[in-house]
């Protein structure tokens, strides 16, 4: 017998049924907006109901999504991180440049460029937990140290005539009649093994514990500190990837890349339901929420809608994401 199911006998309470347990979910609400924006778009545009179009938004959103699956992990401990986007970058331009301008074989640049991101990851970790200092403003920090060590690292020039191994996730193959990069694959792929872990592991209870309360989960054997490094270095080495996607897709390594990423991140994650107060939400929900965006820049650009409105939409969307959240929250005290 659950905890919930207890409480529930003794309190002479019904057990909540599936169907209400559905719709009480953290994403169902998200989930909503994205099925009512898609049906808008559909019966605006004769072009949105399409493969080839379902395909382009994979595409342009599986960068920022994966970068949203470590910002996950971390405003799910009530954290938060800025430097997601400039750390990307960097992690792209080590990558590139040791493929191209070095002896080391590609594979060994890309693991290089992952490994630099997961550092950051350790140093914003360890700064946030044994120093301590408040995530805002150790991201923060990290963000300018990054973006300063990029434009260093490469000499503020292009990296081009990157090898086939480096972009190689930037194919396609074909699903039915659509062509699907296996970026956007990777992406999927990544999202259900951290639903998984965070859902179905003891890993996954002690984040969200983590999130509920510092002082309870440690009082309950949990060691805060470690997880909490090992969240912020895991969301490194995803951010690794997600500077390897990058490079994939625009072929090249770009230093001016990442400086919108970390706003879009944090958008992808409030849209899909996670609580920036720490101890709700899931990885499934910010997927949702990544599409929401993507869903939205696709259909107002289809509709010929000028990007400038198209930031005004999304800055709308987490204003009332957030608010919503607070309500909850004032509900649920």
């Not at 403003?137 to 292009?158: D, K, P, R, W």
């Not at 093994?193 to 949990?222: D, K, M, P």
């Not at 996670?274 to 289809?302: A, C, E, H, K, P």
Request: proline share 4%; hydrophobic share 50%.
């Amino acid at each position: 017998m659950t905890t919930s199911t207890a409480s529930a006998l003794y309190s002479g309470a019904k057990e909540p049924t599936p169907l209400r347990r559905i719709l009480m979910a953290p994403a169902a609400g998200p989930f909503g907006a994205l099925i009512l924006a898609s049906l808008v778009f559909a019966l605006s545009s004769d072009e949105f109901l399409t493969g080839g179009n379902f395909s382009l938004i994979l595409q342009q959103v599986m960068v920022v999504g994966t970068l949203a699956i470590g910002q996950t992990l971390v405003i799910l401990t009530a954290g938060i991180d800025l430097s997601v986007g400039a750390v990307m970058a960097f992690g792209g331009i080590v990558m590139a440049k040791l493929a191209v301008s070095s002896p080391l074989p590609a594979p060994l640049a890309i693991l290089a460029g992952v490994l630099v991101c997961g550092a950051f990851g350790l140093a914003n970790g360890l700064l946030v937990r044994l120093v301590p200092l408040p995530p805002f403003i150790v991201t923060l920090g990290m963000l300018n140290v990054a973006f300063a060590l990029t434009h260093i690292f490469s000499e503020e020039q292009t990296v081009t005539d990157l090898p086939r191994s480096l972009t190689g996730l930037g194919e396609t193959f074909p699903l039915g009649t659509t062509d699907v990069t296996y970026g956007s694959l990777l992406t999927v792929v990544l999202f259900l093994a951290f639903a998984y872990a965070l859902g179905n592991t003891a890993w996954g209870q002690h984040v969200y514990a983590l999130g509920n309360s510092s002082e309870s989960a440690r009082l309950n054997g949990i060691r805060v500190s470690r997880l909490t490094i090992s969240l912020y270095t895991v969301a490194g080495l995803v951010y690794g990837i997600a500077a390897l996607l990058l490079v994939s897709r625009t072929g090249v390594g770009d230093p001016q890349a990442g400086q919108t990423e970390n706003l879009d991140s944090i958008t992808a994650v409030v849209l899909g339901g996670t609580s920036l107060f720490g101890g709700r939400g899931t990885v499934l929900g910010t997927f949702v929420g990544v599409l929401i965006v993507g869903v939205f820049r696709n259909g107002l650009q289809l509709l010929g809608v000028s990007s400038v409105y198209q930031t005004l939409v999304t800055g709308v969307l987490v204003i009332l994401a957030v608010t919503i959240d607070q309500i909850s929250r004032k509900k649920g005290r």
